[in-house]
T-cell receptor, first 112, second 112 residues
Framework: SQKIEQNSEALNIQEGKTATLTCNYT??????LQWYRQDPGRGPVFLLL?????KEKRKERLKVTFDTTLKQSLFHITASQPADSATYLC???????????FGPGTRLSVLP | DGGITQSPKYLFRKEGQNVTLSCEQN?????MYWYRQDPGQGLRLIYY???????QKGDIAEGYSVSREKKESFPLTVTSAQKNPTAFYLC???????????FGSGTRLTVV
């Protein structure tokens, strides 16, 4: 069956460290993978998209990798801050760059 | 500012009652989506529409209905046939999945 898994339900790290979140999928062949941030009681906010032919994408303190062989994406936040505390969702397309399906999310807490 | 407006923010439904959730966007996006979010689960796709007067069922369409009479509007009706409607409902739009989805702030529906 098709499945998207994110490494853990919750992740706690110290301020200043690098947070690494994992998104694994089975029985999908996405051309695109997205990452979103969601704060409690709010809608997700789009952060980054990476294409299947891109190994890595960066945006400020964020870095995303995409390994289609391992069927895995890694999302890194460097020099993490308490303001980075949120739930992070990965999403991948089911074809033609439309109709994305979302993972369950990882709740990140950055401790001062 | 452009964006997506969902209303109401909170909605209470009695057993056997139909309720309609509003979603309006002024981003000139063609595609619009409805997702349902339950605790510990990812966003699950209810319905989506890629052009006016056309829409498709998502993964959990049973007990829901939609219309798309205008580009800006994509209301969702939760019917009495939906047996477990208590959830957080999110509307999204996009000009193309590679640009990311823009989400509304959500409607929290509770059955009383």
């Amino acid at each position: 069956s098709q499945k998207i898994e994110q490494n853990s339900e919750a992740l706690n790290i110290q301020e200043g460290k690098t947070a690494t979140l994992t998104c694994n999928y089975t029985n999908y062949s996405p051309a695109y993978l997205q990452w979103y941030r969601q704060d409690p009681g709010r809608g997700p906010v789009f952060l980054l998209l990476i294409r299947e032919n891109e190994k890595e994408k960066r945006k400020e303190r964020l870095k995303v990798t995409f390994d289609t062989t391992l069927k895995q994406s890694l999302f890194h936040i460097t020099a993490s801050q308490p303001a980075d505390s949120a739930t992070y969702l990965c999403a991948l397309d089911r074809g033609y760059g439309q109709n994305f399906v979302f993972g369950p999310g990882t709740r990140l807490s950055v401790l001062p | 500012d452009g964006g997506i407006t969902q209303s109401p923010k909170y909605l209470f439904r009695k057993e056997g009652q139909n309720v309609t959730l509003s979603c309006e966007q002024n981003l000139n996006h063609d595609a619009m989506y409805w997702y349902r979010q339950d605790p510990g689960q990812g966003l699950r796709l209810i319905y989506y529409s890629q052009i006016v007067n056309d829409f498709q069922k998502g993964d959990i369409a049973e007990g829901y209905s939609v219309s798309r009479e205008k580009k800006e509007s994509f209301p969702l009706t939760v019917t009495s046939a939906q047996k477990n409607p208590t959830a957080f409902y999110l509307c999204a739009s996009t000009q193309g999945g590679i640009y990311g989805y823009t989400f509304g702030s959500g409607t929290r529906l509770t059955v009383v």
